[in-house]
């Protein structure tokens, strides 16, 4: 009988043993992957001293996209110019410079005018077009058509230059009243149409939603805006002349600290 009980003692532990070492193996073999991982990444992102990017960036996004450039600077060592301006100014220095590794466009639609220039395009965040009234919304404004109404002073980007100037333009056609709202200024910045609002200079703007200061202003509940919104992308330029930085940043731009970046300045992420 003890040496029955001896044997099974024996074969308990040298069971636990081989358990044991292959759970240990596992462990290591885990612990390999993950440092694999790391290496990876470090290798992707951590080392881009003496790289260059040159990337041209909508207006309205400088806010967040400066911040982005900032925190992929710091990663990688790679130097980031970054120039900000309307569709048309971008376009136009695309065209002519023939210069660049991505253009962060205001929507898909800024892009096509330099489609030549273009290798592929990624999705990034939602560009969504609000209606913002002032705090108290004086003028009783319940929709687009009552923008038309008496007394209201309206505030709108540039049709010629911006895409929410565009959209605007579009918006006022498409319900029959853009010849009779009071335009009081269609050339203004996300900022101006905000001061506006706020000092009660205008009663009324189409802005960004991203662009507009909860505090200052007042987003208008309504669904007519739901078929004017619009995708920022991010263009990659076949005219860039460091290929490894711009494969790293076109990753980073998938990053969740990129995504944070976005949404904390208001923006939904592109679906």
Same mark, same amino acid.
């Given at each position: 009988?003890?040496?029955?009980?001896?044997?099974?003692? +024996?074969?308990? @532990?040298?069971?636990?043993?081989?358990?044991?070492?292959?759970?240990?193996?596992?462990?290591?073999?885990?612990?390999?992957?993950?440092?694999?991982?790391?290496?990876?990444?470090?290798?992707?992102?951590?080392? +881009?001293?003496?790289? *260059? +990017?040159?990337?041209?960036?909508? /207006?309205?996004?400088?806010?967040?996209? #400066?911040?982005? /450039?900032?925190?992929?600077?710091?990663? !990688?060592?790679?130097?980031?110019?970054?120039?900000?301006?309307?569709?048309?100014?971008?376009?136009?220095?695309?065209?002519?410079?023939?210069?660049?590794?991505?253009?962060?466009?205001?929507? %898909?639609?800024?892009?096509?005018?330099? /489609? $030549?220039?273009?290798?592929?395009?990624?999705?990034?965040?939602?560009?969504?077009?609000?209606?913002?009234?002032? +705090?108290?919304?004086?003028?009783?404004?319940? *929709?687009?058509?009552?923008?038309?109404?008496?007394?209201?002073?309206?505030?709108?980007?540039?049709?010629?230059? @911006?895409?929410?100037?565009?959209?605007?333009?579009?918006?006022?056609?498409? &319900? *029959?009243?853009?010849?009779?709202?009071?335009?009081?200024?269609?050339?203004? !910045? %996300?900022? %101006?149409?905000?001061? =506006?609002?706020?000092?009660?200079?205008?009663? =009324?703007?189409?802005?960004?939603? #991203?662009?507009?200061? #909860?505090?200052?202003?007042?987003?208008? $509940?309504? $669904?007519?805006? *739901?078929?004017?919104?619009?995708?920022?992308?991010? =263009?990659?330029?076949?005219?860039?002349?460091?290929?490894?930085?711009?494969?790293? &940043?076109?990753?980073?731009?998938?990053?969740?600290?990129?995504?944070?970046?976005?949404?904390?300045?208001?923006?939904?992420? %592109?679906?």
């Amino acid at each position: 009988m003890k040496k029955i009980i001896v044997s099974m003692i +024996l074969a308990f @532990t040298l069971t636990a043993l081989v358990t044991g070492c292959n759970s240990s193996k596992q462990d290591e073999s885990k612990n390999k992957v993950l440092e694999t991982d790391v290496q990876n990444q470090e290798a992707k992102q951590g080392k +881009l001293e003496g790289h *260059s +990017l040159f990337i041209f960036c909508g /207006a309205g996004m400088k806010d967040p996209f #400066e911040e982005i /450039a900032t925190e992929f600077e710091k990663l !990688t060592g790679c130097v980031v110019q970054v120039t900000y301006g309307n569709a048309a100014q971008i376009q136009t220095q695309i065209q002519t410079a023939k210069e660049g590794d991505f253009f962060i466009a205001g929507s %898909a639609e800024e892009v096509r005018p330099v /489609a $030549d220039f273009v290798d592929e395009s990624k999705e990034l965040v939602k560009h969504i077009p609000v209606i913002a009234v002032d +705090l108290e919304n004086s003028k009783h404004i319940n *929709s687009v058509k009552d923008l038309a109404n008496e007394g209201v002073r309206l505030i709108v980007g540039d049709p010629e230059a @911006t895409p929410i100037g565009k959209i605007a333009n579009k918006i006022l056609a498409d &319900f *029959s009243i853009k010849d009779k709202v009071e335009i009081i200024s269609n050339t203004a !910045t %996300a900022p %101006a149409m905000m001061t =506006a609002l706020e000092t009660k200079e205008a009663d =009324a703007a189409i802005i960004w939603k #991203e662009n507009v200061n #909860e505090k200052k202003a007042k987003i208008l $509940d309504t $669904d007519e805006m *739901s078929v004017y919104i619009k995708t920022i992308p991010a =263009a990659k330029l076949n005219t860039s002349e460091d290929k490894e930085a711009q494969e790293v &940043f076109e990753e980073y731009l998938d990053s969740d600290s990129v995504k944070n970046i976005w949404t904390n300045f208001g923006y939904e992420m %592109a679906e």
